[in-house]
């Protein structure tokens, strides 16, 4: 059966870049209880935020290489289907890609700005069908 997690125009993301990134991992742990998972970025470590029961809920980033030019802010990822074709009917519908396509085929995404102003993250959607194999 089709996990419904995985549709086009679904959130399947939330990301926060910041140049103190273990400082507010420590922040939203004690906040809202999550629990930090170092991933391995090479030269540092970002976070993968944790719930309670160990299910990923978001990611802190640093604002450093391919991140470096990422707005001090929550960005939500939502899936689409063809990446290039929604990035098209984003300035087609007087949108503005921010920053364009980062890596390739599934997982691949570019931050976009709508008419009025607000930022989101549209990926490609790794899981055309809707099955995440689970």
């Known amino acids: ?6 549709r086009a125009g679904t959130i399947v993301g939330l990301d926060l870049t910041i140049s103190d990134a273990p400082g507010l991992r ?8 999550w629990k ?8 540092h470590d970002d976070y993968m935020m944790l719930a309670p029961d160990g299910a990923p809920v978001a990611g802190i980033c ?5 991140n470096a030019d990422l707005p001090p802010q929550w960005i939500t990822y939502v899936a689409v289907d063809d990446l290039p074709a929604s990035l098209e009917k984003v300035t087609a519908r007087g949108g503005e ?30 899981y055309p069908d809707g099955d995440d194999g689970r």
């Open 1 to 6: 059966m089709a996990d419904k997690r995985n």
């Open 26 to 33: 420590d922040f939203y742990a004690e906040v809202v209880g």
């Open 36 to 43: 930090p998972e170092p991933l391995s970025m090479g030269t």
């Open 62 to 66: 640093h604002k450093a290489g391919g």
């Open 97 to 126: 890609v921010v920053r364009g396509p980062g890596g390739a085929g599934p997982g691949a995404f570019a931050l976009i700005r709508d008419p009025a102003g607000a930022t989101l993250a549209l990926m490609q959607n790794p």
